[in-house]
């Protein structure tokens, strides 16, 4: 108890939970004692935005004009796959500056996990998954972070858009390498086949019948009868049914449907297909051309100016698990973003990853979105806080925090100190209490994300509002 009571000291000396240097795997605090702490909430406010300067100018071009898109990719871990927390940001977003999409959508359920609820999948095949946390082994694991293929030649996956809101105009197609592996078709016609094939005439046994006066009359001859019916003897019952032979031929109708694929567009190394009119469903069909499929995500687009916000998450995903995939990296320019968002950490704590060696993984995936993308301007979120196993403090996200604010400015990107705004180190039993954490203390619930979203928001809209208080002075 003793040693505890001097950690408090140490760490009330030492002045707030972002810049904490306890190490972590020295300190186990009962959550009891820990709920005794005092809570310290940062400002909910974006660092570094000069980094933002280019995508500001690019919000206030689309909210004068009313013209073009601005693309937003967000790419995190398990906090972002359910697409509970950026699903907010895309309707904030989308109600001040227009909605131009639903953006990056995957078929989590095809690769059995959780998703987004805009976008409905299924499909009559099974589908292989891999997911970027595994060791390379050739899977092609791109955008998705999770790889979904299939050597079935006769699949067809059905995808329809549960909210109006998302319904759209144009579909594109991720492929590894840009391949055409697929077709599309929003509608199938009937196709009725006729054939003329042997009539079939059955008779049921009656009491009584013998096979010579039923083989007289469908004028047949006892021999056939029998051979017709594998009979050896003469013997028949009530009851049974005998299969009589004949040379008729009848009419025979066979009706099945069939989808009518449609023409797609190939740009940048992209498929797409556009409607003029606004569809809230559609089909993904087999290339006939191809042997495997592989799909690495669809991005839906209307023709409307405004946002189009892409959300990209992996359960259980870490920096380094995008890093060691380069064709997550190939495929970011099919999105155009104007701004890259990432809220990655919460895995590598738990892995006890030291400070250095995460930001050396944070810095190689900012570098080489920025080189593949070079007018997208990168803002990195700060994990939130969490407890490792229900009852450690989790420092590692704190020293993360401190890093990732000490480098933006050198590093030039923005920052939103998510770990600060949620209470830092000790705000966990406080944010549970209020019903925003799971059991886990980990995750957040429903609520938490939601509030998560609009926190953030508000963060990157007031910032938005200072650039055009600047650009007037």
Known sequence: ????????????????????????????????????????????????????QKFFGKLYTLEVTGKGKVNILHVGDSH????????????????????????????YNLAKTNGSYYVRYSSNESWSSYRNINPVNGNPVGLSGIALTTNAKDFAVEINVKDPAYEFNTLKILTPQGQNLFDVATSSKTIVLESNVPKKINH????????????EKYNVSVAELKKANGLKNNNIRAGKTLRIPTNEMQKKSIKRSEFIPLSLEQQDGVYSYYNAETIKKIYLLPNKNASKFALNGL?????????????????????????????????????????????????????????????????????????????????????????LYRRSLNTFAADYTREINTQSESKQHAVWDMFSIFGGL???????????????????????????????????????ENYKTNLKN
């Not at 013998?210 to 083989?215: F, G, Q, R």
């Not at 000790?426 to 609009?454: C, I, P």
């Open 1 to 52: 108890m003793c040693n505890k009571f001097l950690f408090i000291l140490l760490y009330a000396f030492y002045g707030g939970p972002a810049f904490s240097q306890v190490d972590s795997l020295e300190t186990v605090v009962d959550t009891l004692e820990i709920e005794e702490q005092p809570v310290v909430y940062g400002d909910n406010k974006i660092a570094n935005t000069a980094a933002l």
């Open 80 to 107: 972002i796959q359910a697409d509970l927390f950026t699903g907010v940001i895309r309707k904030n977003l989308q109600y001040k500056f227009g909605n131009a999409g639903l953006g990056f959508s995957f078929p």
């Open 204 to 215: 049921k046994i009656k009491k009584g019948e013998v096979i010579s006066i039923i083989a």
């Open 299 to 387: 991005v839906f687009e209307k023709d409307n100016p405004g946002i189009v916000y892409n959300s990209i998450g992996v359960n259980g995903a870490k920096f380094s698990d995008y890093n060691k995939y380069p064709l997550f990296f190939d495929q970011v320019p099919a999105l155009h973003p104007d701004l890259v968002i990432v809220s990655l950490g919460t895995n590598e704590t738990f892995d006890k990853m030291d400070v250095t060696a995460y930001m050396a993984q944070l810095n190689q995936f900012v570098e080489t979105i920025k080189q593949k993308n070079p007018e997208a301007e990168i803002l990195v979120m700060t994990p939130p806080p969490s407890l």
């Open 426 to 464: 000790y705000g966990v039993n406080r944010n549970y209490r209020q019903g925003l954490m799971s059991g886990d203390k980990v995750h957040y619930s429903k609520a938490g994300y939601e509030k998560q979203g609009t926190l953030f928001t508000e963060a990157l809209l007031q910032a938005y």
